[in-house]
């Protein structure tokens, strides 16, 4: 037989239960032969019988662990017994579910069970292992596996706590003694059917006396009756919850609760003045505002809004009042102009109402007050006023200039009457067709008018209200229309520009053309023209007119037989006079071409017959025109290119070449280039440059043969291809230092002569030399005639003007 045991009082608690094994004790019985876990079958057995049940190897109870133990050494929970187990260690005990190993542990030789780990309730509140005994070598079991649970025992470690916090929770103003506000709850997360430690009491820390909360319910109430908003609008209460029924020891835990007033309709619209004192304006445009009022009111929202109206006041009908929804004023507009010289001040009296009233506060009423509210109207300068709003006149059309066609008239309407200066808008006369009189207002014409250029004048007539002649103010203008009346002073022409075709075959009488006219007039009674030949050609033989009395008129033949080689064109004089009166008649000529036309009538071709000699065609012409102009295109090009080719770069009659421009189409490749011009007139081709010698600067004499300078042989002496080369040398050196050389290039020209020649040199020039064997030191005593000859040549230490 096995059994468990937890210290002392579980082993007396083990005991009983193998003396009284009771149903809510919870002893239970392992059937080895099955395995399964059954219960006892009496509810009430003998103890001795129980004693004497041998077939039961395992009863054990339930385990309590104590949470958050916090000793250093491991826990005990429990003992594993088995009857099997003689004590000579052939028995182990092994322990697994939930936590095995990694919370409870299990003595294999003993059977003892610890717990490794701090338990915490919250988390989890009980385990469920299953405890097996096996025999150590084979690892087979000796008893059936059961399961058996341990119980975490709670201890009050958990504070309570608001999960909704903070609150914020509103109720109506002035609302009566006890009224709910909200409902805090709080939660705690101990064992509530352990002890007290869930057990949760509430109270009001912060916020009184205005409220109170329940101690068990947590429900917010108010403390004190009519509460005003406009007073204090909210209040902010701190609510504790503490567990252990509030006992001293217990955990607890706060919340805040922000209680906001609403506002109700407990304040009437109140008039900070009993009357008000406004001025306008005469000039005030219709539907503006006058003034702005406004009641006071303390509530807010839909409680403040409220209702404008007029009760009563003199000039009905002037003005009208209305609510502002933003502001909630009243908004006083003027219906009708106002005039300062029939009425200068109105009276009014107006109420202000409360739109929505709550009927729990009309004992506070009423909710209505009124004001008086008086305008002032103000004069203003006002402009002058014409006696109509539109002038129509009218003018003849041969009306002479400076004629009267009407007036107009205007008045101040001020106290003051002012007078009335008149004036034009040019700008609506830009011909200056009229004139106004300044003072009376007379319109008359100032150039003659003209009914078909401009039949109607838009005048626009200024009103100037002159105080004196320095104060003028420009006012209300007026537009006047002027017509002109119509005289009969255009002579009717043709319609359009007639084009009379007349085929050769037409017979006597034929219409070919029926005319019409047309008149710029337009007299009243409508244009009636009538129309004949000129008496010219009144008794031509070739045509006549018939006047068909609507203003037309057609044109016959009287004969046939025309011909275009005859005569190609027929001018017919048509004389049109109109019905005016005087009436007036124009002259105008019908030109009638005579045309080859087909059976139908048809015209082929009009006019003079063209009469053209056999020849080329014109394409014939075109092809030889252009070989001609291509022709004359070559031999163009040709002389200008020849005449490019013997055209010289330089003049040859121009010698002087110091400022002669070179054109020639050729790019150089700037100060580098040393490919420019060709130098080898002025060089020797046996003789090499040496090409490091920079030609960007002042160039040292070279010498082709080097020698020291003491020693240096005449140019009598050096070979022939080197005497021009050096010569040439000392010449562009000497032009390069010497200040009062050209600032621009030339040609130097030197008369040296070399010592190619066999006859040697005929010049006196080689006599400087100083291998020289002729002494010319005698020439200093020939006088001064030959001191410049003695200065030259008479140099005893003989040396050359070229070293």
């Not at 006696?387 to 007036?407: C, F, P, Q």
Request: charged share 25%.
């Amino acid at each position: 037989m096995m059994g468990w045991c937890c210290s002392g009082i579980c082993r007396a608690l083990a005991l009983l239960a193998l003396l009284f094994p009771l149903r809510e004790r919870g002893c239970w019985g392992l059937n080895p032969s099955s395995g399964d876990l059954e219960k006892s079958p009496h509810s009430d057995p003998d103890p001795w019988e129980v004693l004497h049940r041998h077939k039961r190897s395992w009863v054990w109870n339930q385990f309590f662990v104590l949470e958050e133990y916090t000793g250093n050494e491991p826990l005990y929970v429990g003992k594993l017994h088995s009857d099997v187990d003689k004590g000579d260690g052939k028995v182990k005990y092994v322990l697994s579910g939930e936590g095995a190993t990694s919370i409870f542990t299990i003595d294999e030789n003993t059977g003892d069970i610890h717990a490794t780990k701090r338990l915490d309730r919250e988390a989890q509140a009980y385990y469920t292992l299953q405890a097996q005994a096996v025999d150590r070598l084979t690892n087979l079991p000796v008893e059936p596996r059961s399961e058996f649970v341990v119980k975490v025992q709670d201890i009050n470690d958990n504070e309570p706590k608001f999960l909704d916090g903070p609150y914020l929770a509103g109720v109506p103003e002035m609302s009566p003694l006890g009224t709910m506000v909200v409902q805090v709850a709080a939660t705690d997360a101990d064992d509530p059917t352990y002890g007290n430690s869930a057990r949760v009491v509430y109270s009001i820390i912060h916020g009184q006396p205005y409220f109170s909360v329940e101690p068990k319910t947590g429900v917010i109430r108010t403390a004190l009756p009519n509460m005003d908003r406009e007073t204090r609008d909210q209040y902010v209460l701190v609510i504790q919850a503490k567990d252990m029924v509030g006992q001293m020891g217990g955990l607890s835990g706060t919340t805040s609760v922000t209680v906001t007033l609403t506002d109700v309709n407990d304040n009437p619209p109140r008039f900070t003045h009993k009357s008000y004192q406004y001025t306008v304006l005469e000039s005030l445009p219709v539907q503006s505002v006058v003034a702005r009022i406004k009641a006071a009111d303390a509530d807010i929202g839909s409680n403040a809004e409220m209702d404008y109206r007029i009760m009563d006041g003199d000039g009905p009908g002037m003005f009208n009042i209305t609510t502002d929804e933003d502001t909630q004023d009243g908004v006083i507009i003027l219906l009708k102009p106002l005039d300062f010289e029939t009425k200068s001040s109105f009276s009014l009296r107006i109420e202000a109402t409360n739109r929505n009233i709550d009927s729990n506060f009309l004992s506070l009423g009423p909710f209505s007050d009124t004001t008086s509210v008086k305008v002032t109207v103000e004069d203003v300068n006002e402009p002058p006023v014409f006696s109509t709003a539109l002038s129509k006149m009218v003018v003849s059309e041969d009306a002479k200039v400076g004629s009267s066609i009407g007036r107009v008239s205007a008045h101040d309407p001020d106290t003051s009457n002012n007078g009335i200066r008149y004036s034009i808008d040019r700008n609506t006369d830009l011909e200056r067709f009229f004139n106004v009189d300044a003072l009376s207002g007379v319109i008359s014409t100032a150039k003659p008018l003209d009914r078909e250029a401009n039949s109607v004048h838009n005048l626009t007539i200024f009103a100037i209200e002159s105080r004196n002649r320095f104060d003028l103010h420009v006012s209300l203008s007026r537009i006047t229309l002027i017509t002109v009346l119509d005289i009969n002073d255009n002579a009717p022409v043709f319609a359009i520009d007639y084009e009379t075709l007349l085929c050769e075959n037409a017979m006597p009488g034929q219409v070919i053309q029926t005319i019409s006219a047309v008149d710029k007039d337009e007299p009243l009674s409508g244009h009636r023209f009538y129309f004949a030949l000129a008496a010219s050609v009144a008794g031509n033989l070739n045509f006549t007119l018939r006047d068909n009395k609507d203003n037309t008129a057609s044109i016959l033949t009287k004969r046939g037989g025309f011909r275009r080689r005859e005569q190609p064109v027929y001018r017919l004089p048509v004389l049109i006079v109109d019905s005016g009166s005087p009436a007036l008649s124009s002259t105008n000529t019908l030109s009638v071409r005579v045309c080859d036309c087909d059976s139908d009538g048809v015209a082929l071709s009009c006019g003079a017959v063209a009469y053209t000699a056999t020849g080329l065609s014109t394409g014939a012409l075109l092809a030889i025109l252009g070989c001609i102009i291509t022709l004359l295109v070559m031999v163009l090009l040709i002389v200008t290119m020849r005449r490019r080719k013997k055209e010289p770069l330089i003049l040859e009659e121009e010698r002087d070449i110091r400022e002669n421009i070179v054109r020639y189409d050729d790019e150089g490749g700037g100060e580098e280039d040393t490919e420019a011009f060709d130098m080898v007139t002025l060089r020797n081709l046996n003789v090499i440059r040496d090409p490091n010698v920079r030609r960007d600067v002042t160039p040292d004499t070279p010498t082709f043969f080097h020698y020291p300078s003491t020693t240096r042989p005449s140019y009598k002496s050096l070979p022939d291809n080197v005497v021009f080369r050096e010569f040439i040398w000392e010449r562009l050196k000497d032009a390069d230092v010497d200040p009062s050389a050209p600032p621009y290039d030339s040609l130097q020209t030197y008369a040296f002569e070399g010592s190619g020649s066999v006859a040697e040199s005929l010049s006196s020039l080689e006599s400087l030399s100083t291998d020289s064997d002729q002494n010319y030191d005698y020439l200093s005593n020939w006088g001064p005639r030959f001191k410049k000859l003695a200065d030259l040549y008479g140099n005893s230490d003989g040396t050359s003007v070229f070293s």
